[in-house]
């Protein structure tokens, strides 16, 4: 409670220049590594506009001078987790910058090196950035190796340059960044357009991965039962309601889902999530049907500003493409959305402008504002009819629709292409893995 304002005070509150109430952080005595005499740990809690709640400490000690500072996140782990795969062509590509949580796994497979998970503290740096901390987390403990052991301190030192040499980018290197918990990224300067050189892959955590960020699992299973026809029914005329957590503020708050049958498509199911503490809202769409033999592409030109009211549902598995704009979105970046064109327009405006963390504060530059508030505009133009576009719906699973207003006659505007999934598409979907044909037989024999 802060008695100047009269108000209960957040726990993380947003970095504000212009705050009337100065933000002290909490300082605690601690414990020095470097003397083993006490120092003292300076800790803020809070957070970035458009980014998430982080934890900063700083640790000074007055004896040996020596110091250290962190960033840890404080935010929740998102559903899935992400891979970041980056080719590092140029020394531009140096410069991007890059969030790695102390979750995320950083490899080279050029080196076959790699930065194991928990090892590193979470960080805000560049590529540049996280190749030198990883040459001087090499250099620390040297002096000692080159004493005991000499043969293997010169193979150090030999591998040290090789990532030293990485910075001159005389050859193109890859770095993944595999950060279950998700909360990892590394910057597009290209954005809103597609980056060519940078591959974001989102994937459902294993069981380990999810005992590895405290994930409590739940191992009960209940016995499968048999459902009356009946019952079925009832559950699609029904709006079944549990509890559940707000995922912006932690509060309690309820999720609705429903079955629900779009004409001339398929049934799926609709999940909202309403906090009637912070008034944060939520849909998820999630397919009530198995993965189709092909895939789907739709395509709609867009000519009418009526044609924002038609419905749309976009799956997990969907990307999106706007050719006009050189813009492509990728698969699960919006999640599954039951809504309208106009709808999921303005979802990619959000996105891409508004809660991009490096369009604002010191990671912004004017270019890139520029070049994302003209992106917006072209949304904007498309949204009220004043700009003619193609929005193609590329779906390898083929549970994504767009509303024909024809129907059941043919929709002049748009075309509904089914097509065979390539090889990588049926791994990205999990179907390479699975045996359909002839797996009783493997049971009984085993």
Known sequence: WCPVLGAPVPLFREICAEDDVD?????????CMNCYKNGSTRLLLTKIPFFKEIIISSFTCPHCNWSNTEVQ?????QEQGVTYTLKVRSKQDLNREVVKADCATTTIPELDFEIPAYTQKGSLSTVEGLIDRAVAGLEQDQPVRQATDPEVAAKIDEFMQKLKKLKDV???FTLVINDPSGNSFVENPFAPQKDEVLTVTQYKRTAEQDAQLGLKENETKEEEEETPGNDIETLRNEVLVFNTNCPECNAPASTNMKLVQIPHFKEVIIMATNCDNCGHRTNEVKSGGATEELGTRITLRVTDPSDMSRDLLKSETCSVLIPELEFELGMAALGGKFTTLEGLLKDIKELIVSKNPFTCGDSSTPERAEKLEIFGKKIDKIIAGEMEAHIILNDPAGNSYLQNVYAPDPDPEMKIEKYK?????????GLNDMKIEGYREDISDS
């Open 23 to 31: 933000l002290q952080p909490t300082e605690i005595e601690s414990l």
């Open 73 to 77: 996140s404080a935010g929740r782990i």
């Open 170 to 172: 005389e050859n193109e």
């Open 421 to 429: 999934r390539t090889f990588e598409q049926n791994d990205d979907l």
